[in-house]
């Protein structure tokens, strides 16, 4: 049975420049570390099982008001990320239904506006697994993170980039994950909330040092080339800036327009010293 706070990360490649440096330095005193899917960790801390999580933006938007954010760190991209794809055989136009993964809010709702706005297309969507793509019938299937990076090499389908389609109508990078920390456990453990940040800042250092060395030994969980895992994480930003918070923003303003949303999320941060 754990004890003390537990922060969650998502289990994924694309965490491990953070994961890899923290279990060969160990965590903070007092915090457990709980890796899982998105949508868990989103639901694990909008129940407070968990007091920080490496949360979905969309479950972000969701409960702002009990959240605040950690200065400077989330997942985003730039372009093309390799890891959110959506997969189909008819023309986008003809097609009859789309299934989505269960394990990411985030990334439903940014084909949602994909298709529906940036497309003006009205497709139905459902919740489901890749067998029902592979059945066929007019059916496209988004996949996320580890799953989409083992789908990129499948033959005869076509494949679209979310990150690189929100670039190319926005000009601004796409913002997938946020780290999230309730308010409640800040105005209790701030102290220890802190130590975590200054944690987690450094175990990214150390695995930006060591980008190389990670990719080669976590390319085999897809499995892919350790060159083609380096392209990959060198393509993920760990970092938010300037213009992944409008990013952000943008994602936040178009959920609203499509009613996905209710009211408009504020972006509001724990004050951490850097």
């Given at each position: 049975?754990?004890?003390?706070?537990?922060?969650?990360?998502?289990?994924?490649?694309?965490?491990?420049?953070?994961?890899?440096?923290?279990?060969?330095?160990?965590?903070?005193?007092?915090?457990?570390?709980?890796?899982?899917?998105?949508?868990?960790?989103?639901?694990?801390?909008?129940?407070?099982?968990?007091?920080?999580?490496?949360?979905?933006?969309?479950?972000?938007?969701?409960?702002?008001?009990?959240?605040?954010?950690?200065?400077?760190?989330?997942?985003?991209?730039?372009?093309?990320?390799?890891?959110?794809?959506?997969?189909?055989?008819?023309?986008?136009?003809?097609?009859?239904?789309?299934?989505?993964?269960?394990?990411?809010?985030?990334?439903?709702?940014?084909?949602?506006?994909?298709?529906?706005?940036?497309?003006?297309?009205?497709?139905?969507?459902?919740?489901?697994?890749?067998?029902?793509?592979?059945?066929?019938?007019?059916?496209?299937?988004?996949?996320?993170?580890?799953?989409?990076?083992?789908l990129s090499s499948l033959e005869g389908v076509d494949k679209e980039d979310l990150a690189a389609i929100w670039m190319e109508h926005t000009g601004l990078p796409f913002v997938f994950a946020v780290w999230a920390v309730?308010?409640?456990?800040?105005?209790?453990?701030?102290?220890?909330?802190?130590?975590?940040?200054?944690?987690?800042?450094?175990?990214?250092?150390?695995?930006?040092?060591?980008?190389?060395?990670?990719?080669?030994?976590?390319?085999?969980?897809?499995?892919?080339?350790?060159?083609?895992?380096?392209?990959?994480?060198?393509?993920?930003?760990?970092?938010?800036?300037?213009?992944?918070?409008?990013?952000?923003?943008?994602?936040?303003?178009?959920?609203?327009?499509?009613?996905?949303?209710?009211?408009?999320?504020?972006?509001?941060?724990?004050?951490?010293?850097?």
């Amino acid at each position: 049975m754990m004890t003390g706070n537990t922060v969650g990360v998502v289990n994924y490649i694309n965490t491990s420049q953070i994961m890899i440096p923290w279990r060969r330095l160990g965590g903070p005193e007092g915090w457990n570390v709980l890796e899982s899917t998105p949508t868990t960790l989103n639901r694990l801390l909008r129940e407070g099982a968990i007091e920080v999580g490496l949360i979905s933006s969309f479950a972000y938007g969701q409960s702002w008001q009990d959240y605040l954010l950690f200065p400077g760190l989330g997942i985003s991209a730039a372009g093309p990320v390799k890891s959110v794809l959506f997969i189909h055989r008819e023309p986008l136009h003809e097609l009859e239904r789309i299934v989505t993964t269960s394990h990411s809010a985030t990334s439903v709702n940014l084909l949602r506006i994909i298709v529906e706005d940036f497309l003006n297309l009205s497709i139905p969507f459902y919740t489901g697994g890749f067998e029902e793509f592979e059945a066929g019938g007019g059916t496209g299937y988004l996949a996320i993170g580890d799953e989409a990076l083992r789908l990129s090499s499948l033959e005869g389908v076509d494949k679209e980039d979310l990150a690189a389609i929100w670039m190319e109508h926005t000009g601004l990078p796409f913002v997938f994950a946020v780290w999230a920390v309730r308010r409640e456990a800040w105005e209790r453990e701030r102290v220890s909330i802190e130590k975590l940040y200054a944690h987690i800042v450094k175990c990214l250092d150390a695995g930006s040092a060591a980008l190389g060395d990670i990719a080669r030994a976590v390319a085999p969980r897809i499995p892919m080339r350790p060159d083609q895992c380096l392209a990959y994480l060198q393509g993920i930003r760990l970092t938010l800036g300037k213009e992944e918070l409008e990013g952000l923003n943008r994602y936040f303003m178009l959920l609203e327009d499509l009613g996905l949303l209710k009211g408009a999320p504020v972006l509001q941060f724990a004050e951490i010293p850097r």
